[in-house]
């Protein structure tokens, strides 16, 4: 091929494509010694926002306020797309798929025992200023709400 004509041919796919082919005709992979590093990072960036996602969904179950619905939703849709802009990270680096369902419930049962023992410690709080006695069952529980909801200890229910 001349070099005239490999010119007009670019031209033409610039004008077909725009530049954004050049950009990704030109791309190269990061190097291989980064490659794991991102490619956990961008995996951790979407465990913790299913993990968020799962505690709105609980936070949704135990609240039936309009505007703050309207909110979850804003805030869940925006998790969501941070969950895109890491998987097409992920591909963009070479990595393996993220190999767990990405739906707003795969932490749900560590969220349930977080949100309850937040409730069980409002109430507890709220006895105590009111001056109300505790029953039994409202003792202080083995683990804290601080324990149970530390996300770094939470495992995927299957």
Not at 62 to 91: C, E, F
Request: one cysteine or more; a neutral charge; hydrophobic letters at 40%.
């Amino acid at each position: 091929m001349t070099k005239s004509l490999m010119t007009g041919v670019l031209v033409g796919v610039l004008m077909v494509f725009g530049p954004s082919f050049c950009v990704a005709a030109t791309h190269q992979a990061p190097p291989k010694a980064h490659e794991t590093e991102q490619c956990r990072l961008a995996s951790a960036a979407i465990d913790n926002a299913l993990k968020e996602m799962s505690l709105l969904t609980m936070e949704g179950i135990q609240d039936n306020s309009a505007p703050r619905a309207t909110m979850r939703a804003a805030q869940s849709s925006n998790l969501q797309s941070q969950i895109q802009n890491n998987i097409l990270l992920m591909r963009s680096y070479g990595c393996a798929p993220y190999a767990q369902p990405i739906t707003d419930n795969v932490y749900l049962v560590p969220a349930i025992k977080c949100m309850t023992a937040r409730k069980n410690e409002e109430a507890a709080a709220l006895r105590s200023q009111l001056g109300l006695p505790t029953s039994d069952s409202a003792k202080a529980p083995d683990t804290t709400s601080e324990e149970l909801c530390d996300q770094s200890k939470w495992t995927l229910q299957n």
